[in-house]
């Protein structure tokens, strides 16, 4: 039940917008000359969509951000900061084809000063990412044998060379607007450890990508953040490190990223445990006293789960993920335990509450859903992190 995706530029005159028989909705991404400041999802069973009606929704929804955004094109100078050296690298398994998806955006935007792209290709089974690579010169093709993602993200830390380091996953499209969003955070935060940027959908064809989407999805909202090192409306700041972005679109300065070790190979490791790796890494952030800035002009388009069940194990993975982190989190640093065990407490209060209200029909996810994620924070409370270093204490004695 197809939700087409269509971008309005509120400075032009809006379109007529015409649905194709199975459309049950359309998907607005509005944007204000040029830039990304509102994303819609309205249920239409009407052939057409006239300018009127999609004014009116836009005059709902982004009335207060309309007028922010003027403001600030009146009050805000341009900034003409150097930009740091960047390396862009995209972590892949046997995935061709969302490599080379992922590649024709971003090269578009690559000019010989702009940045590196570096493609670490992990553990792969075959040639295929290797021979795709090739035909292309201005980007770079790394093997990592060692299988997991955070495997596959040292390594990119061990091959680049410049100031930043960016982590793309294969299965995103970067918007056009991208690179000058990362140019604009760091430009407004020169002091920043790490910035991440807006997801929203590439496509939602499925009932599976829809009911994501309208659950949330990866989104964080189109409003800049800066966190620091307290943030006085969240209680639990910042052991709940979900808050801070997605890892699929994040930078990090690549000195702050040496300096804490790099990445924790135990989480992230692939299949047995695809999860945690990017939260260890904002909090890590934080805890060592960096700033922290969420971006929305830097902006990527997520391909989500199309099918039901691959969706449901995605939730699975968030609670086993998540309890990963917690768990590490609470055996490293003791100067937060106190808090990690109220973030737990409220975890699974919070659990619970969306269960019932699944169950008594009053909530947008299915109780399947809910309880797939609880069941794999349960498990991943119950010794995940250690198991997961015993399976990659063996993985390095394999390849050393």
């Not at 060692?146 to 793309?168: D, S, V």
Request: charged share 25%; with cysteine.
């Amino acid at each position: 039940m197809p939700y087409p995706i269509h971008e309005i530029e509120v400075t032009h005159p809006l379109p007529t917008l015409t649905l194709s028989e199975g459309d049950t909705g359309v998907a607005l991404i509005v944007r204000r000359q040029d830039q990304p400041i509102g994303f819609l999802m309205q249920p239409s069973t009407n052939c057409q969509i006239e300018p009127d009606t999609i004014a009116q929704w836009i005059a709902e929804k982004l009335s207060a951000k309309l007028l922010q955004e003027a403001i600030r094109d009146e009050w805000v100078a341009p900034m003409n900061a150097r930009f740091p050296s960047l390396t862009v690298a995209i972590c892949t398994k046997d995935r061709p084809d969302n490599v080379a998806r992922c590649l024709n955006s971003l090269l578009q935007l690559q000019s010989p000063d702009a940045f590196e792209i570096v493609v670490i290709d992990n553990a792969p089974s075959d040639d295929r990412t290797q021979t795709l690579v090739a035909d292309l010169p201005t980007v770079r093709y790394v093997q990592e044998p060692k299988p997991g993602l955070n495997f596959a993200r040292n390594r990119a830390l061990k091959e680049a060379n410049t100031e930043l380091l960016a982590f793309l996953d294969d299965d995103v499209v970067v918007d056009r607007q991208w690179l000058k969003g990362l140019m604009t955070a760091w430009a407004e935060n020169p002091d920043a450890a790490a910035c991440t940027g807006l997801v929203l959908p590439y496509e939602l064809e499925t009932d599976a990508q829809i009911l994501f989407e309208r659950r949330g999805g990866f989104g964080r909202g189109f409003e800049k953040i800066r966190y620091g090192q307290v943030l006085p409306s969240n209680p639990l700041y910042p052991c709940g490190a979900g808050i801070f972005g997605a890892g699929c679109n994040m930078t990090f300065r690549r000195d702050v990223l040496l300096k804490l070790g790099g990445f924790d190979d135990a989480l992230d490791t692939g299949a047995p445990l695809p999860g945690g790796g990017d939260l260890d890494m904002f909090y890590r952030i934080i805890r060592s006293g960096n700033a922290f800035v969420y971006e929305p002009q830097y902006l990527v388009y997520h391909q989500h789960r199309q099918e039901y069940e691959k969706l449901r194990r995605q939730y699975w993975t968030w609670g086993l993920g998540f309890m990963a982190f917690v768990t590490k989190s609470y055996q490293s640093d003791r100067a937060q335990r106190s808090q990690f065990r109220r973030l737990v407490q409220w975890w699974f209060k919070d659990q619970g509450k969306q269960l019932l209200k699944s169950l008594m029909g009053r909530h947008s996810l299915p109780s399947e859903m809910i309880l797939a994620e609880l069941w794999g924070g349960i498990v991943g409370l119950l010794g995940e992190y250690g198991r997961s270093q015993q399976r990659i204490e063996q993985i390095r004695r394999q390849y050393s």
